[in-house]
C-alpha cells in the first residue's frame, strides 16, 4: 500500500511569506489521483486542489499545486491569518490514503 | 447549492452499536458516490469506505471489514454509516464525503458528527 509522507509536520510563517508544503509518496502515483485538503480547526476538511495542480471552485489563486511522481507540493504565497489550518495530501490507488497532515501557523 | 448534514453527536457503550446519517441536498443523489472518513481526537484523516447510492453496494476498507455497514436511502437522499462492536479506540468525528465518479477526490464534506465510546 502507498504511504504517503507530508512534511514538515509544523510550519510557522509570517503574514505575507510564501509557504511549501511537501507530501511525498512511497512509490509513484498518478498525479492525476492527487489532491490537498485545508482543515481549518474545528471544520471539516475542504478541497483545494486535485489533479495536482487543478485549483478547486472558489479557492484563491495564492494556492498552487504541483508535482508529478513520488513529489507534490502545495505552495500558499502570500500567507494570511486566515490560512491556520492543517494540509492533508491524499491520493487514490485502489483505496484513498491521506497524508499525516502539515500544521501551518502564522506568527 | 450542495450540503451534506448529519446527524448529532453520540455518546455510546463499549461493545454498542451506533448509526450515522448524512442527508445530501442541491445535487442529483445517485449521481455521485459517498465515502466516509474518520478522524480520532487531534488525529488525522481515515478513510473508512465508499458507498454507491445508485446501485445501493458499498466497499469498505479491510480494517473495518465486519463491524461497519454504509447504506444508502434514494427516497430521501440520506446515507447511513452504522459501526459495531465499538471501542474506546473508535472515539472521533466521522465524516461524510461525496465524490464525483472516477473523480478520485472528496469535493463536498458534512460537517462531521462526534461518536465517543465511554
Known amino acids: 500500500e502507498i504511504v504517503l509522507t507530508q512534511s514538515p509536520g509544523t510550519l510557522s510563517l509570517s503574514p505575507g511569506e510564501r509557504a511549501t508544503l511537501s507530501c511525498r509518496a512511497s512509490?509513484?502515483?498518478?498525479?492525476?489521483?492527487l489532491a490537498w485538503y485545508q482543515q481549518k480547526p474545528g471544520q471539516a476538511p475542504r478541497l483545494l486542489i486535485y489533479?495536482?495542480?487543478t485549483r478547486a471552485t472558489g479557492i484563491p489563486d495564492r494556492f498552487s499545486g504541483s508535482g508529478s511522481g513520488t513529489d507534490f507540493t502545495l505552495t500558499v504565497s502570500r500567507l494570511e491569518p486566515e490560512d491556520v489550518a492543517v494540509y492533508y495530501c491524499q491520493q487514490y490507488g485502489y483505496s484513498y490514503i491521506f497524508g499525516q497532515g502539515t500544521k501551518l501557523e502564522i506568527k | 447549492q450542495v450540503q451534506l448534514v448529519q446527524s448529532g453527536a453520540e455518546v455510546k457503550k463499549p461493545g454498542a452499536s451506533v448509526k450515522v446519517s448524512c442527508k445530501a441536498s442541491?445535487?442529483?443523489?445517485?449521481?455521485?458516490?459517498m465515502h466516509w472518513v474518520r478522524q480520532a481526537p487531534g488525529q488525522g484523516l481515515e478513510w473508512m469506505g465508499i458507498t454507491y447510492p445508485s446501485s445501493g453496494t458499498a466497499n469498505y476498507v479491510q480494517t473495518f471489514q465486519g463491524r461497519v455497514v454504509m447504506t444508502s436511502d434514494t427516497s430521501t437522499s440520506t446515507v447511513y454509516m452504522e459501526l459495531s462492536s465499538l471501542r474506546p479506540e473508535d472515539t472521533a468525528v466521522y465524516y461524510c464525503?461525496?465524490?464525483?465518479?472516477?473523480?478520485?477526490?472528496?469535493?463536498?464534506w458534512g460537517q462531521g458528527a462526534l461518536v465517543t465510546v465511554s
Open positions: 442541491g445535487y442529483i443523489f445517485t449521481s455521485y458516490y
Open positions: 464525503a461525496r465524490e464525483r465518479p472516477e473523480g478520485y477526490r472528496f469535493d463536498y
Open positions: 489533479g495536482a495542480s
Open positions: 512509490q509513484s502515483v498518478n498525479s492525476d489521483y
